[in-house]
């Protein structure tokens, strides 16, 4: 069965800490984006790379950054965690061409920042 | 520009009747539509999409979508719900092949009672 895995489902930080998410797929899908998941706001773009070591910018990516030092990986950056960074955080794929805007995705990565 | 609402945030029905979950969008070019279900603490799952080929689209777990260009809608349907069925439901829609311009609903949560 293919998969999109975030290594950590429940992570709770401090103000200022630096947080890493992680993400592999093994679908060998070109495609991979971050969303943040707000209650009553959907799901918001942070960041999505086309590439390896190529990123673009979505529409919220203040705050965060971003790493793809190989296909399968794509790795969300929190330089200095706030509180109003507390979210869930969904890792997706896609392939290119005509399935590109259909997204597999993780089981999500719930961030806690005290 | 493109945008999608979900007309109702919370949805209560018994088991065995009929699922309508409502979503109405905004498009300057011809739009594709889909709907994703995520279950509690789950990622998003793609129910079904539609790409400019049949007006109706069946999708798993038996749901069954419409899209109605003259009302700009793309509701979703069921004829029994289960109680499986219990989770929160995301209308999509995309004007471009590329995934960066899906633009994401607030999301419908369906609760299904006996």
Redesign the interface.
């Known amino acids: 069965d293919v998969k999109?895995t975030q290594s950590s489902?429940y992570l709770v930080k401090r103000t200022g800490e630096k947080v890493f998410l992680e993400c592999v797929q093994d679908m060998d899908h070109e495609?991979m984006?971050w969303y943040r998941q707000d209650p009553?706001?959907?799901?918001?773009?942070i960041y999505?790379s086309y590439d390896v070591k190529m990123k673009?910018k979505?529409d919220i990516p203040e705050g965060y950054s971003v790493s793809r030092e190989k296909k399968e990986r794509f790795s969300l950056i929190l330089e200095s965690a706030s509180t109003n960074q507390t979210s869930m955080y969904?890792c997706?794929s896609?392939q290119t061409?005509?399935g590109?805007?259909?997204?597999?995705?993780?089981?999500?990565s719930r961030l806690t920042v005290l | 520009a493109q945008s999608v609402t979900q007309l109702d945030s919370h949805v209560s029905v018994s088991e065995g009747t009929p699922v309508l979950l409502r979503c109405n969008y905004s498009s300057s070019y011809s739009p594709s539509l889909f709907w994703y279900v995520q279950h509690p603490n789950k990622g998003l799952q793609l129910l079904l999409k539609y790409t400019s080929a049949a007006t109706l689209v069946k999708g798993i777990n038996g749901f069954e979508a419409e899209f109605k260009k003259s009302e700009t809608s793309f509701h979703l349907t069921k004829p029994s719900a289960h109680m499986s069925d219990a989770a929160e439901y995301f209308c999509v829609v995309s004007t471009t092949g590329t995934a960066s311009k899906l633009t994401f609903g607030t999301g419908t949560r369906l609760q299904v009672t006996l």
């Not at chain 1, 009553?40 to 773009?45: C, D, I, Y």
């Not at chain 1, 590109?100 to 999500?108: D, E, K, R, Y």
């Open positions: 999109v489902r495609n984006f009553g706001l959907g799901l918001r773009l999505f673009e979505g969904l997706a896609s061409g005509s590109a805007n259909v997204l597999t995705f993780g089981a999500g």
